[in-house]
């Protein structure tokens, strides 16, 4: 009998002590979250903007009387698009349509007969178009490894000649120096 009271006594404060930790924890849980929210400022700018009542000036009233109005004519249009029993089709020029439609119709027969006449035939066609595209992209990749080797060999040339100029320069400021330098003589020495 006394270890049946203790233990509901233990039950009781087992039950207590969680209620109590689970009260803390929602307690801590709310002032963090309370905490967080104040110092971004949403709480009080969310309640600012809840509680405030809605003032607006002339022109911001104007401004929304004018998108109302604007959004009136439009749902009025869309409905009478909706509603209207005249179904009128936009003009448009069918003899330039029937002509594209005759001229791919011929097209598509002169096709036709090719590959049902001489399937061989209408295979070498596409395979000269993959040919002649093969060609073209080797053509244009040898164009551009010309350009690189000229550009190469313009600029070998260009630091060559460069180089020769330096040289130029320099040799024809030595002779000059020489010329136009005396030598000096056993008689000035003394």
């Given at each position: 009998?006394?270890?049946?009271?203790?233990?509901?006594?233990?039950?009781?404060?087992?039950?207590?002590?969680?209620?109590?930790?689970?009260?803390?924890?929602?307690?801590?849980?709310?002032?963090?979250?309370?905490e967080f929210v104040d110092t971004k400022r949403q709480?009080?700018?969310?309640?600012?903007?809840?509680?405030?009542?809605?003032?607006?000036?002339?022109?911001?009233?104007?401004?929304?009387?004018?998108?109302?109005?604007?959004?009136?004519?439009?749902?009025?249009?869309?409905?009478?698009?909706?509603?209207?029993?005249?179904?009128?089709?936009?003009?448009?020029?069918?003899?330039?349509?029937?002509?594209?439609?005759?001229?791919?119709?011929?097209?598509?027969?002169?096709?036709?007969?090719?590959?049902?006449?001489?399937?061989?035939?209408?295979?070498?066609?596409?395979?000269?178009?993959?040919?002649?595209?093969?060609?073209?992209?080797?053509?244009?990749?040898?164009?551009?490894?010309?350009?690189?080797?000229?550009?190469?060999?313009?600029?070998?040339?260009?630091?060559?000649?460069?180089?020769?100029?330096?040289?130029?320069?320099?040799?024809?400021?030595?002779?000059?120096?020489?010329?136009?330098?005396?030598?000096?003589?056993?008689?000035?020495?003394?």
């Amino acid at each position: 009998m006394i270890s049946e009271s203790y233990l509901n006594k233990y039950k009781a404060l087992s039950a207590v002590s969680v209620l109590a930790v689970m009260l803390m924890t929602i307690a801590s849980s709310y002032f963090t979250l309370k905490e967080f929210v104040d110092t971004k400022r949403q709480n009080s700018d969310w309640l600012e903007i809840l509680m405030r009542p809605t003032v607006l000036s002339a022109s911001e009233k104007e401004k929304l009387d004018q998108m109302n109005s604007e959004l009136k004519s439009v749902n009025a249009l869309i409905e009478s698009m909706r509603v209207s029993a005249d179904k009128s089709y936009p003009s448009m020029d069918l003899s330039v349509l029937d002509g594209k439609l005759d001229d791919l119709a011929r097209r598509l027969k002169v096709l036709e007969n090719a590959i049902s006449s001489d399937p061989e035939k209408a295979l070498v066609v596409p395979m000269l178009r993959k040919d002649h595209e093969l060609l073209a992209k080797q053509f244009k990749d040898s164009v551009v490894a010309a350009k690189l080797d000229y550009d190469r060999l313009w600029g070998i040339l260009m630091l060559l000649l460069t180089s020769i100029g330096a040289a130029v320069i320099a040799l024809s400021g030595w002779a000059l120096k020489s010329i136009f330098t005396k030598p000096k003589d056993s008689a000035d020495v003394n």
